[in-house]
């Protein structure tokens, strides 16, 4: 049984950091697709950060050179860490992985991804 248990969230302050955390069972995340997703209210579900399991990673447009995503094989947890944060930051953040498809492809689309955490909540307040 797959599990994604995210952790990290909360509320800061614009130009704050915050590191959220996803620890992963029954799913090793150094030979999957990983990923981090948001959804704020009202909006859809959005692609933050997807990394491979060769290392390689895609970022959104909108969180270049403020977020970061590294992972612990170890401990089977992967990292996001988050600087700078914006009101727009503001959502639910979602860990997600994937162990199907094309092990190089660094998709976006939330239906490219088997397995979801419960999320954590980020609030950025100004």
């Known amino acids: 049984q797959v599990q994604l248990v995210e952790s990290g969230g909360g509320s800061v302050e614009v130009g704050g950091s915050l590191r959220l955390s996803c620890a992963a069972s029954?799913?090793?995340?150094?030979?999957?697709?990983m990923g981090w997703f948001r959804q704020a209210p009202g909006k859809e579900r959005e692609g933050v950060v997807v990394?491979?399991?060769?290392?390689?990673?895609r970022y959104a447009d909108s969180v270049k050179g403020r977020f970061t995503v590294t992972r612990d094989n170890a401990k089977n947890t992967l990292y996001l860490q988050m600087n700078s944060l914006k009101p727009e930051d503001a959502a639910m953040y979602y860990c997600a992985a994937s162990t199907r498809g094309i092990p190089w492809a660094l998709p976006f689309g939330p239906e490219e991804y088997q397995y979801w955490g419960q999320g954590t909540q980020v609030t950025v307040s100004s």
């Open positions: 029954g799913v090793g995340i150094s030979t999957s697709r």
């Open positions: 990394i491979d399991k060769f290392g390689n990673t």
